[in-house]
């Protein structure tokens, strides 16, 4: 299939988020099927989740490569962007490198209020620079300094239902996702050989979907929250399982969106 991926074929990989949540977990089942002399980059703001997920990594796999950055991606700065990947690519062995993965998966749910009353834009500014901005630098970033060195590039983008679907209490949050969601879909169309996918994971148990549950101001989403969480919510490792395997047959067009329950 045209946007299947050879996990087997030595590949960069970079995981933002990576330090608990979806994130990890995608570092550490792809460390299941990666050829040996694959690189990890990991990038989060905690240094002892970071370590954690390399921990977890290289219990899987000695030989896999694991670099971790500590940044805070709310305060996006493309000639920091560009500095951290010269440092990484000097300091890597890039020879035979087959694929070029990012994914966009660091997030931050946002302020969980009604709209009318979204009218700090202090957090407003925050939200779209760590959920929409940062993610555009470092794609441009990704893909003018990994193009030269991996022939094929990947790019995911974790994206949410509730960027398509409107949610209470989730204005800011879903309309950063949908915003992020379009410009991945631009990508695609401008970037042909460049493989695309927007997946959205479902409902997981994660700090996220926690914070939900406690921080919302309405009680109707909380308490939809609450009941999905008694119910049908998932683990990390059914999504990611999931999406591995989505990405490996490839049976998708680039730049579509594919939610966890659209497949079997
Ligand atoms: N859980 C769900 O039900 C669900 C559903 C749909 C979509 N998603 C999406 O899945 C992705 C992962 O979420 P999750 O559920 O795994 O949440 P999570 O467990 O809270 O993980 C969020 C990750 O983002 C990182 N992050 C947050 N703020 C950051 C910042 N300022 N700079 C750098 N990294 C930052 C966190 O690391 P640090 O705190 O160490 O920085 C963490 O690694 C998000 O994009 C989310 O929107 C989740």
Redesign the pocket.
Known sequence: MACSVNFSKKSIIFI??????????IAVELSRHLDQNSVFIL????EK??DETKTQILMVDKSITVQTYV?????PDINDYNKLFQNILSSVDTSGIEFGLIF??????GTLKQTADLTDLTTWHEYYD??LF?AVLLNSVFVKQIRPIAPQLVVVN?????GRSPTLNLSM?GSG?AARELFFKVLALEEPKIIVLNY??????????E??ITDAQSEVLKKSFREVKEST??T?EQTVSKLLDILEKGDFKTGDTIDYYDRN
């Open positions: 933002t988020g990576a330090s608990k949540g979806i994130g990890r977990t990038i989060a703001r905690s989740g970071l940044l805070d991606l709310s305060k966009h998966n660091a997030g931050h749910v760590l959920n940062s974790i994206t949410s239902l509730c949050y996702k959205s994971p479902g409902p997981v148990e994660t700090d996220m979907f914070t939900i919510v998932l990390t």
